[in-house]
């Protein structure tokens, strides 16, 4: 925010996706770090490595289009050779973050006031995590939480410029419950923003972050609306195009936020997986575990970014 203001003060341009993502990967990195987080520029060595990580797994991959060069095997071997490299990059970052802790006694981790490390170090005691499971743990947590707030944040923002009504909606919302001249916004004061939360997930709706969901693959034969789909299948979930279709959803490729407030309604559309129209998050036991840090995260930036300024897009966009 206060760097927001600084430049806004002086009538200056701020790259708005780049500043997003810096304060969502701080924000994975205080979770995960805690108060050493802003030592040796480690937000920054995150960054580049999900980025890695990120191209490894969501890129173009030729072999699942001509399935005859995958016997040949040397693109996968090229791919692998890539991933083992990334793969050693961040065993060594997350070996060094616990042996920095190893250390410590384990009557001596704050349980209240802990980070995410040290809540894995107290329970691999208690239920014999292996050192592999605490590593991969912690690697979901950075993998999970910057990118996918940070890019519905961009789609919002841009959706509510383009619609000043709306974005005036949200912020009559806000600045109606957060007293005049608080500095930040809690969660105690989102809890009665069901604008806001109705924006969330229009967002979510039109810009899912998975728009294929992660890859699953089918563990025994099964029959869906008298469709065969034989064990070991690839089964990629299209939550983009089921989120827009318009046998499900009027004007579905309108931004109306307005469609998720149900007053006296029986009706309620959530992303909790029961609704399959709407699955931002997935469905069933692999669907996200992140959910409530996802909201957190990114309720409380959009409150507080629309709270405190103004927004409009420059002429002529
Ligand atoms: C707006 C925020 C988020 C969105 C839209 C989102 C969306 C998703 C989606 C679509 C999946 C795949 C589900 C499936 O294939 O069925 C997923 C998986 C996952 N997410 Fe999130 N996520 C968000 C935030 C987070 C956060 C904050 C964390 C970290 C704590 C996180 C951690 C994970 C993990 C670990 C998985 C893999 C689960 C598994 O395979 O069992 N996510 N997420």
Not at 107 to 113: A, E, G, L, P, T
Not at 205 to 219: I, S, W
Not at 283 to 300: D, H, Q, V, Y
Request: net charge negative; hydrophobic share 40%; glycine share 6%.
């Amino acid at each position: 925010m206060t760097k927001i203001k600084e430049v806004a003060a002086i009538g200056g341009v701020v790259d708005m996706s780049e500043l997003i993502k810096s304060f969502t990967y701080d924000m994975a990195c205080r979770i995960v770090l805690g108060k050493s987080f802003r030592t040796e520029g480690r937000s920054k060595l995150l960054r580049d490595l999900t980025d890695d990580t990120s191209r490894i797994l969501g890129g173009f991959n030729l072999e699942e289009y001509f399935p005859t060069l995958a016997r040949a095997g040397v693109l996968k071997r090229v791919v692998c050779a890539k991933a083992e490299k990334v793969k050693c990059r961040w065993a060594y970052l997350l070996d060094k973050l616990i042996d920095e802790r190893g250390s410590m006694d384990k009557s001596m981790f704050d349980k209240k006031d802990g980070d995410f490390i040290d809540i894995l170090l107290s329970a691999q005691y208690e239920y014999g995590l292996t050192r592999e499971r605490v590593k991969a743990l912690l690697t979901d947590v950075f993998f999970g939480s910057a990118d996918t707030v940070a890019n519905t944040l961009d789609f919002t923002l841009a959706e509510l410029m383009r619609r000043p009504r709306l974005l005036e909606k949200l912020q009559n919302e806000v600045r109606s419950i957060v007293p005049r001249g608080q500095e930040t916004i809690t969660e105690t004061d989102m809890n009665k923003m069901t604008y806001l939360r109705a924006v969330f997930n229009e967002s979510l709706r039109m810009y899912p972050v998975a728009p294929l969901l992660a890859p699953h693959l089918a563990m025994a034969d099964c029959n869906i609306d008298g469709y065969m789909i034989p064990a070991g299948t690839h089964v990629l979930v299209n939550v983009w195009a089921i989120g827009r279709d318009s046998s499900s959803w009027e004007d579905a490729e309108e931004f109306i936020p307005e469609r998720f407030i149900y007053e006296d309604s029986d009706v309620d559309v959530n992303f909790k997986g029961n609704n399959f129209q709407f699955l931002p998050f997935g469905s069933g036991r692999r669907m996200c575990p992140g959910i409530n840090l996802g909201i957190a995260n990114f309720e409380l930036m959009l409150a507080n970014l629309v709270y405190h300024f103004e927004w409009e897009l420059p002429p002529k966009v």
